[in-house]
């Protein structure tokens, strides 16, 4: 008989019920005390209730403001954010791509007014930029907002769509 089936009773009929004993906690055997269960008073590595905590704790932290705090202003260059962008996106499309001399990057003003930085690669490299489902491109876009701090397009192209296809 296996501690399984005396667990769950399944061979009552052998052993009698004054010798069976469960092993696992919570399971009461004719009327004992629940094995494996320990009341809190009993627990001898823990402090007692009422002893005064070691730390301040959350629940008696001062609430923090609801109001959001304010932007402090910027100050000097307001195209810096733009060119560090540019420069971080330079050093990313190089390192994933087999030709690192064929990469272009761009920092320009679209028709409207919105930064613009155009990564050119060679053609065999495109799928290494863009990525599986266009996860590597969007990435790369997530890294040139944040490091941009502002509002800023990001386009890639292989090398013949940036230099225009001859019309057959």
Known sequence: MSAFDDEFGLFSEETGEEERRATLGGRRVSGQRPVGDIEREQQPDRPAASAAPRGRTRRDAPARPAAPRERTPR??????????????????????????????????????????????????????????????????????????????????????EAEGEPEA
Do not use: C, W
Not at 103 to 124: A, N, R, S, W
């Open 75 to 160: 100050t000097g260059d307001p195209y810096a954010g733009q060119r560090r962008a540019q420069g971080i996106l330079d050093f990313l499309a190089r390192k994933l791509v087999s030709k690192p001399d064929a990469v272009e990057v761009d920092l320009f003003l679209d028709e409207t007014g919105q930064p613009t930085i155009e990564v050119v690669v060679d053609k065999e490299d495109l799928g290494k930029v863009v990525g599986r489902s266009g996860r590597v491109a969007h990435a790369l876009r997530t890294i040139a907002r944040a490091s941009a701090e502002d509002r800023i397009t990001v386009d890639i192209l292989d090398r013949e």
